[in-house]
């Protein structure tokens, strides 16, 4: 395509290069593969189900890492307005259809964190409080004052700002609870606790204003001292729209880029200093009263990946040193097929300098060990063991967008799937000589998503990068172990703060 002086000038203040943009535009055209998937990962093929005694034991290696000095950092993904959380508020705004969603939000109106402060709103904004409105039938205004901009403004901030959870003498952000949930489980020997958000670029100074307000009496609360720092997603890892023919949608005769969802997120997370990355989503928190099994099983999970981490490296070591013997060679082999569950048909028949090679190779690679939770009817990816490029089969976190609809053994394999993925990593990102990986090269590029948007009143395309906990760790070590579905309470409604698990 001819680019205007303009697109020039646009693709120069993203950093994004020529050659990438019209990467972008071919892959409108040629789509991206289905993949190919074995079975669903389930207990004792793929995931992990721990026995009390083995929780026991991991939790014992997580607190030995961290008193041996392991550094850790909390990550939360935290970008974007909490616009969706409140469709259905939105929609009765507009249309005044009272649904059995916004019943149940009026009539749980007192049990919502931010119930006092929307009573404040309503007095300024009406002369009257909440009670007084509703014996008036003003449902709406109430509505309206908490999702307008006049009012709370809930419609546009960021879920971290939200008020999640009723504390004593006042009320909790998802901040306040990240925070919280770090000092239980991330804390370092030196009591250090490092947080680090990635917002947006709008919401950046609320963000720090809410941090600072709360750090002294967080810190004081639970005897750790905070650092807590923040990332925006890079504008160079946005993608071009195009329009419905796969050409370039434009705006004010400017090409038009939008954000390319969390995988865009790897450069934050690649940019970290520490050994080990918890990552967890902003909405995903409870009150305190709900926490303790959170915090025990993301010690689990942190004991899992230092014993495999330590094993991994151990084997490394022995392979680096020369060429073990064929029983050492078999062990190792047994390690990657029954811990990191990599299935290598052609492995076995390799001779034992082939062997030694492969094993590293796989070996020297970032590592991660993801919660998953028995499937509820929640929404979600899942685990898989799926086909790699190189032939192997290896444990997979997928989308059923990444499925072929067409094929017979989809709705199968779908069906027989028993957990999902609640978003619950730890991550170890030092190679085996103490040194970051460069995390892009442990991608496959070949699982992004193309979707449809409406802009204007226009039906355009999208391009998404690979997910940061999809495609974008496709060539990690995986180790996928059952955790609680106590641990995962995700608001999506904001009507999911009036469950049990979000009640102190």
Not at 369 to 384: A, I, T
Request: aromatic content about 8%.
């Amino acid at each position: 395509m001819t680019l205007l002086p303009q697109d020039l000038e646009l693709l120069q203040s993203k950093g994004i290069s020529r050659e990438t943009l019209d990467n972008q535009l071919r892959r409108f055209v040629a789509g991206f593969p289905y993949l190919r998937v074995m079975a669903p990962a389930t207990p004792g093929r793929g995931i992990l189900a721990l026995s009390a005694q083995e929780r026991d034991r991991y939790l014992c290696e997580w607190e030995r890492f961290l008193s041996h000095g392991g550094t850790v950092v909390k990550m939360v993904p935290a970008s974007g307005a909490a616009s969706r959380m409140f469709k259905d508020l939105f929609a009765y705004v507009s249309d005044q259809k009272e649904t059995p969603f916004i019943s149940q939000f009026i009539e749980g109106l007192p049990r919502f964190a931010f119930y006092e402060d929307l009573d404040r709103a309503c007095i300024r904004l009406y002369g009257h409080d909440i009670p007084s409105l509703l014996s008036a039938g003003r449902k709406r205004d109430i509505v309206k004052a908490l999702i307008d901009k006049e009012g709370l403004d809930y419609g546009q901030l960021p879920k971290a700002l939200l008020h999640f959870h009723k504390e004593a003498g006042g009320a909790r952000t998802p901040i306040e609870e990240h925070l919280a949930e770090g000092a239980g489980y991330a804390a370092g020997s030196d009591g250090k606790v490092h947080v680090h958000f990635t917002v947006s670029p709008s919401h950046i100074q609320m963000m720090q204003a809410r941090i600072n307000e709360v750090l002294p009496e967080m810190e004081k609360r639970y005897g750790v001292k905070y650092q807590v720092d923040m990332s925006i997603q890079k504008s160079s890892t946005d993608t071009v729209a195009v329009n419905m023919d796969n050409t370039p949608y434009r705006e004010n005769d400017h090409l038009f880029f939008r954000p390319a969802g969390h995988g865009a997120l790897l450069a934050n997370l690649a940019a970290l200093d520490e050994e080990v990355v918890f990552l967890k989503n902003i909405d995903n928190v409870v009150p305190e009263s709900q926490r303790a099994t959170t915090i025990e099983y993301k010690k689990i999970l942190g004991g899992v990946l230092v014993d495999a981490h330590r094993n991994i490296a151990h084997y490394a070591d022995m392979l680096r040193q020369g060429l073990p013997s064929r029983p050492l060679l078999d062990e190792m082999l047994d390690f990657m097929h029954d811990t990191l569950f990599i299935t290598d048909e052609g492995a076995e028949s390799m001779d034992d300098l082939e062997l030694a090679d492969y094993l590293l190779c796989k070996f020297d690679r970032p590592l991660r060990v993801c919660g998953m939770v028995r499937n509820e009817g929640e929404p979600g990816g899942g685990p898989f063991l799926a086909y790699n490029s190189d032939g192997t089969i290896s444990p997979q976190i997928l989308e059923s967008s990444q499925f072929d609809p067409e094929a017979s053994s989809t709705s199968t394999l779908l069906a027989s799937s028993t957990h999902f993925n609640p978003v619950d990593l730890v991550c170890y990102i030092r190679d085996l000589d103490g040194r970051s990986y460069d995390l892009s090269d442990y991608v496959d590029e070949e699982t992004g998503l193309i979707s449809r948007k409406s802009r204007k009143g226009v039906e355009i395309k999208a391009l998404e990068l690979p997910g940061l906990w999809n495609g974008s760790m496709s060539d990690w070590n995986t180790i996928f172990v059952e955790v609680s579905p106590d641990t995962f309470n995700p608001v999506k409604t904001v009507n999911d703060l009036l469950r049990p698990a979000h009640q102190d």
